[in-house]
DNA sequence: TTTTATGCATAATTTTCTTATGTATACAAA
DNA sequence: TTTGTATACATAAGAAAATTATGCATAAAA
């Protein structure tokens, strides 16, 4: 198994948790910034990144911003309101995936 | 997004868990205990289980016993050396990415 | 001038799961 | 008594979510 294969499934709710805290970001900005948080363990591809920003584009999620920096087009995302609310819930149910885990991996032994 | 997506990746680990800290257990039961420590939250379901299972033991991860329990029969999973090795490994990522997902989904708020 | 980094995008494929279906036993409820 | 629920396995078809590969383009470094 790949190790980065835990990661599958949650590349939504890390998306929607950076746009929470920074506000405006990039596709290739958020690739950075995770790499950087997670020491490299996480890579996102582009292949999972941009149709995934597409797709929550599509849904209202996100809204975007096209600009230039110098001659090199960025493309900013940032959370609707509806994006919001759905970061919200998301991160809700992050938490309880968590403490699921946590349970999981960490058994509190029985006492008896 | 369906809830129960975040786990996706994560079920070769947790079973691997569950014998680790059961030493012997059969497919139904592992689906049960699941449900259980989670509070419903996770349902194996039998399409993702079984086959999984059943390449574990192709790969010489887990090791089988069939025993009939009245008139019905119990498929018992044991963790080999080699999977006791490897489930050691897949503890390890998974510290890893809990503690990666911690950082996402908790910054740490940088202290100026 | 060739590699690496930045920055977007999409198609083909693979991995991993859900849903649906099938077989069979046991027990409780209607 | 037959209908639903629980136990217990298994597999096939399809969907979801990623990886890998490819493409375009600019910029800087080796």
Redesign the pocket.
């Known amino acids: 198994?790949?190790k980065?294969?835990l990661?599958?499934?949650?590349?939504?709710p890390i998306l929607l948790r950076l746009l929470k805290d920074n506000g405006r970001m990039?596709?290739?900005?958020?690739?950075?910034m995770v790499k950087e948080i997670t020491k490299g363990e996480l890579?996102?591809?582009?292949?999972?990144?941009?149709?995934?920003?597409?797709k929550l584009e599509e849904q209202g999620v996100v809204e975007t911003e096209t600009e230039m920096?110098?001659?090199?087009?960025?493309?900013?995302y940032s959370l609707t309101k509806a994006g919001k609310k759905q970061t919200a819930l998301a991160m809700d149910e992050m938490k309880a995936f968590m403490q699921s885990l946590e349970f999981i991996v960490n058994p509190k032994p029985v006492v008896g």
Chains 1, 2 share one sequence.
């Open positions: 198994m790949k980065s294969s990661y599958k499934g949650c590349l939504e990039y596709g290739y900005q958020m690739t950075q890579n996102i591809t582009e292949g999972a990144l941009y149709p995934l920003l597409h920096n110098g001659n090199r087009m960025r493309k900013y």
